[in-house]
Nanobody, 121 residues
Framework: VQLQASGGGLVQAGGSLRLNCAAS?????MGWFRQVPGKEREFVAA????????YYAESVKGRFTISRDNAENQLYLQMNSLKPEDMAVYYC??????????????????WGQGTLVTVSS
């Protein structure tokens, strides 16, 4: 099982980025988390296998959109109206069973390597 995140980069505040995560192996629920150096990793967004259910941290609601393409084994995070406080390393992750809380880090069995998002003010 491998997860490969990409799409990070430097963007000005108010700009947009789209993160991609290529997954191998069977996939169930998937999510994005982020971490700033010196702080704990935090939940950003998650999506069920079917895509019918999505979950967002309050801080990104209305600005970020999570989606997936199961045929291509891809997970996406469209980030709009980026703020300096969104700057972090973003990780994609996936669970290995259905029916668990996708907003909790402890639910995730597999993690990608992270992609850095830098937002300049």
């Amino acid at each position: 099982v491998q997860l490969q995140a990409s799409g990070g980069g430097l963007v000005q505040a108010g700009g947009s980025l789209r993160l991609n995560c290529a997954a191998s192996g069977r996939t169930y629920g998937m999510g994005w988390f982020r971490q700033v150096p010196g702080k704990e990793r935090e939940f950003v967004a998650a999506i069920s296998w079917s895509g019918a259910s999505t979950y967002y941290a309050e801080s990104v609601k209305g600005r970020f959109t999570i989606s997936r393409d199961n045929a291509e084994n891809q997970l996406y995070l469209q980030m709009n109206s980026l703020k300096p406080e969104d700057m972090a390393v973003y990780y994609c992750a996936k669970v290995k069973v259905e029916g668990i809380d996708l907003t909790q880090q402890s639910s995730y069995a597999y993690w990608g390597q992270g992609t850095l998002v830098t937002v300049s003010s």
